[in-house]
């Protein structure tokens, strides 16, 4: 037999198929090694033939064959084609997105434990062997346990000597490292409503491949998840079902749990490497049948997949920021075709996008507009800040937002202070000249940390001593900018001193199930006041919650960006949907400086049809996303030399693109990207808005073409984050 192997070299140059001689036991998807170019290296068997088009001499035999299952499934294969061809990335490289990142690099392995068990035939001890007669007396009261244990109780010598005579068995079993939920008797189905109903029954009776659920925040779109789910199950086939990555909800996780058992298995980022392989393993091997997680969750190697979900659609943790740079929609996309299955968003915000994709009949569109519970969305209040200032009150909360956190407290219910910036200030400014203090490596203002009394850059993590004096000008009035959390906590403290707060944001969630310990405290009430960033604003869903403040809702609304108007309306709607999700009625309390925008008027009415229609027509009189493609090419390098090199290339390259089609181009240009530096790597970009993707493979071929040794160019389309 031979076997068409890919090797994993992320390079363009070996970007192909390479044959090697191998026995007929070998399976396509093993993980294998190869000689090549005089080295053994790993590579994937994408296929197998009986015969070669290769002179049998020329033929080398693989190394070796990895001992398991195959890792790929066979859906991979056609995936890798499509995603290589889609985003102009080597095979090798497409390939590595279906497996565990831990399993390539061969730093985890599964886990065994040693246990002893009773055998069948009993063996004669003498009395004297007073350890090996308590042993045997031990395992027979118990039947089996771990070998480390016995040993520490019995004694080494004891416990290997019946073994050695055969009176007890040695056997290693696998350890399935489970991750945590919270813990959870198993639940079945609800009664769904008739909306549910009518919405599962849409799904199933539409002959479209995308169905994109519009549903108010608290309509019971997850039960509707669920239910399609189960069907898939029942149908014996298998689901995945991807949450955006910063939600990292562990209330979902528990609650597939519940419906579901062992059949779910969980993949995401707070996971240790081991659990992650050992969930990943659970999937492949079909014990597990429903993959729920972040983005890369949409790999997961399952085959026969009866249904995909995603929820949060218009989230922007959806596109990947490293090679490839897929939408995940589109990933989901391809996967639903290759299964035959059905593709299902959900969100009480799509993406403009989506949406429009949804109403021009290209996705089946299916709307609720009512809360489980029947309450009304929370009603939420406007605090002008430009008054509040006049009035002399420079604090982070508003008059109306002390008085509503005064009377939450008092009540015994809980409050949400969501605020998108962590750290104490977001820059430190010098008083006398105006310098604000900058990372070395990056191109960004530095937060103050006040917890551990140090600057901090939120692009390279890299921290600095808080001078005493500016680096400029020496002056000694340095001022804090701009509020981030922890200086919301340290005010809070102020003013409500006896109030229990709890913070959530990057630098309080490190480490493992750091987010799972902070929302399992305020789940189980034993703080009153939640203050975060994005992280608390989607999927949580705890009942005691009445009021949700935002404190800087302008913070999104000006960046220069097309988004800027859609994201800041997402945000205030997902994070008001937080209040008010069970008995009591929620408020909201929405703190701004331009109250008179009218994002912010639909946002507080939770009008989307209002919202969508003014956007559209925005976008459409401006020639911007949907009505043209965003593409922006950029380059990054260690030094100007080779980047402004590779810049000119592609500029040039694209421009006569343009003189070829001049129709297909509204604007091109190159330049500085906003943030010049990122990690020591200087920024530039070539961008240009297209009529549509016709000429995305020529771009393509441009950023392959020009990226060098010392220059990395790549493509973005519709970037998430222009900066
Ligand atoms: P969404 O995902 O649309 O924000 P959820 O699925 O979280 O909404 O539902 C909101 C609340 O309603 C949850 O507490 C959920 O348990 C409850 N719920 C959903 N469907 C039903 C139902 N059919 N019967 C009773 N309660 C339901
Ligand atoms: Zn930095």
Request: net charge neutral; charged share 25%; proline share 4%.
């Amino acid at each position: 037999m031979y076997a068409q192997v890919i090797v994993d070299i992320a390079h363009s140059q070996v970007d192909r198929i390479f044959e090697y001689s191998c026995g007929d036991d070998v399976r396509a998807g093993s993980r294998v090694k190869v000689p090549f170019g005089g080295r053994i290296i790993d590579g994937f068997i994408v296929g197998l033939s009986e015969k070669s088009s290769f002179p049998p001499d020329k033929i080398k035999p693989l190394s070796e064959v990895y001992e398991e299952p195959p890792a790929l499934v066979e859906e991979c294969f056609s995936l890798m084609n499509e995603i290589s061809a889609r985003y102009r990335v080597p095979k090798a490289v497409c390939l590595r997105l279906f497996l565990p990142a831990e399993m390539r690099a061969g730093r985890v392995h599964e886990v065994y434990k040693k246990i002893v068990k009773l055998s069948d035939g009993g063996i004669t001890l003498s009395k004297s062997a007073k350890k090996q007669l308590e042993f045997i007396e031990y395992l027979k009261e118990c039947g089996e346990a771990e070998y480390t244990a016995l040993c520490e109780q019995f004694g080494r010598g004891a416990v290997n000597a019946v073994i050695e005579k055969g009176g007890a068995l040695l056997e290693k079993v696998k350890i399935n490292r489970a991750p945590a939920v919270w813990e959870a008797p198993a639940e079945g189905g609800k009664v769904l409503t008739p909306a549910q109903q009518a919405a599962l029954e849409s799904i199933e009776n539409t002959e479209k491949t995308v169905h994109l659920i519009h549903g108010v925040t608290g309509s019971g779109k997850t039960e509707i998840y669920l239910n399609v789910i189960s069907r898939a199950l029942e149908r014996g086939k298998t689901a995945i079902f991807l949450v955006p990555e910063i939600s990292l909800t562990p209330q979902m996780f528990s609650q597939l749990r519940r419906r579901f058992g062992e059949k779910a298995a969980i993949l995401h980022s707070g996971l240790s490497a081991g659990e992650r392989f050992d969930e990943w393993w659970r999937l492949r091997t079909g014990e597990a049948k429903i993959a729920i997680g972040a983005r890369s969750a949409i790999f997961s190697p399952l085959e026969n997949i009866g249904a995909i979900i995603i929820d949060e659609e218009h989230d922007g943790s959806y596109f990947s920021e490293s090679a490839p740079r897929y939408s995940t929609v589109e990933v989901a996309e391809m996967r639903a075709k290759n299964n035959g299955c059905k593709l299902i968003l959900g969100s009480a915000t799509p993406s403009v996008e989506t949406y429009s994709k949804a109403i021009s009949g290209e996705y089946n569109l299916i709307t609720l507009t009512q809360r489980i519970n029947g309450k009304p969305l929370p009603h939420i209040t406007i605090a002008d800040m430009r008054k509040e200032v006049k009035r002399g009150n420079n604090s982070a909360f508003s008059s109306a937002l002390r008085e509503e956190l005064a009377d939450t407290l008092e009540s015994g219910n809980q409050a949400i202070l969501f605020l998108n910036r962590r750290g104490y200030s977001h820059t430190v400014i010098c008083q006398d000249c105006g310098y604000a203090l900058k990372c070395e490596n990056c191109d960004v203002s530095l937060a103050y940390h006040s917890e551990e009394n140090c600057l901090k850059c939120h692009y390279c993590g890299a921290k600095y001593h808080m001078p005493r004096a500016c680096p400029e000008c020496g002056g000694l009035h340095l001022r804090y900018g701009g509020t981030g959390t922890q200086r919301v906590v340290a005010d809070l403290k102020k003013e409500f001193p006896e109030a229990r707060i709890l913070r959530m944001d990057n630098d309080t969630t490190s480490g493992k199930e750091g987010h799972y310990k902070i929302l399992r405290q305020f789940a189980e009430k034993k703080a009153d006041i939640l203050v975060g960033t994005q992280m608390i604003a989607k999927g949580h869903d705890f009942p005691s919650v009445t009021l949700v403040g935002i404190l800087d809702a302008d913070m999104s609304l000006h960046f220069s960006d097309y988004r800027a108007g859609e994201r800041t309306f997402q945000l205030i709607t997902q994070v008001a949907g937080r209040s008010g999700r069970a008995g009591e009625a929620g408020k909201v309390v929405l703190q701004t400086f331009s109250p008179e925008n009218y994002i912010l008027r639909y946002a507080v009415n939770y009008d989307y049809s209002g919202f969508f229609a003014n956007e559209i027509n925005l976008r459409q009189a401006t020639k911007f996303p949907p009505y043209s493609l965003i593409v922006r090419v950029m380059v990054t390098a260690e030094d100007d030399g080779p980047a402004l090199e590779a810049l000119k290339g592609v500029y040039f390259g694209t421009e006569k693109l343009r003189s070829e089609h001049p129709r297909e181009f509204i604007f091109l240009n190159k330049m500085h990207s906003p943030i010049k530096k990122i990690q020591g790597r200087v920024r530039y970009q070539v961008l240009m808005r297209l009529e549509s993707g016709a000429l995305l493979p020529e771009i393509y071929d441009l950023s392959v073409k020009y990226t060098t040794q010392n220059a990395l160019v790549y493509v973005e389309e519709n970037p998430v984050n222009l900066s």
